[in-house]
Nanobody
Framework: QVQLVESGGGLVQPGGSLTLSCVASTSFFRSYNMGWYRQAPGNERELVADIRDSGMIEYGDSVKGRFTISRDNAKKSVYLQMNSLKPEDTAVYYC?????????WGQGTQVTVSS
C-alpha cells in the first residue's frame, strides 16, 4: 500500500500562483508514474498533468502553458506549479501514483481561485 500526502492548496486570487506537493511512502517511487487530477463539484475527475517514470510529461488541454509538473525521486515527491490561475481551476486536486494496473490516490487538497 502506498500512501500519498498532498499539500499546498489554498485560496488565491485570479492570476496568482500556487505550488502543490505530494509525498509518497514507497521506496520504489522512481518506478511509479505520477499524476495530478482535479475534480470540481458536479464534474468528473480530470487529468491535470502526468509525469512518467521515464520523465515523459502530459498535460490536460486546459492547463497547458500555465501549469508545470515535476518530480524529485530522491525526495519521493511530485510537484505541480500552477501559474496564471483562473476561477475555473477551482477544484480538489488529487495526487495519483500508478504502476502496472495498480493505482493509489491521495486525500486531495482544495484549490480555490477567487477574488
Amino acid at each position: 500500500q502506498v500512501q500519498l500526502v498532498e499539500s499546498g492548496g489554498g485560496l488565491v486570487q485570479p492570476g496568482g500562483s500556487l505550488t502543490l506537493s505530494c509525498v509518497a511512502s514507497t521506496s520504489f517511487f522512481r518506478s511509479y508514474n505520477m499524476g495530478w487530477y482535479r475534480q470540481a463539484p458536479g464534474n468528473e475527475r480530470e487529468l491535470v498533468a502526468d509525469i512518467r517514470d521515464s520523465g515523459m510529461i502530459e498535460y490536460g488541454d486546459s492547463v497547458k502553458g500555465r501549469f508545470t509538473i515535476s518530480r524529485d525521486n530522491a525526495k519521493k515527491s511530485v510537484y505541480l506549479q500552477m501559474n496564471s490561475l483562473k476561477p475555473e481551476d477551482t477544484a480538489v486536486y488529487y495526487c495519483n501514483a500508478r504502476v502496472a494496473s495498480t493505482y493509489y490516490w491521495g486525500q486531495g487538497t482544495q484549490v480555490t481561485v477567487s477574488s
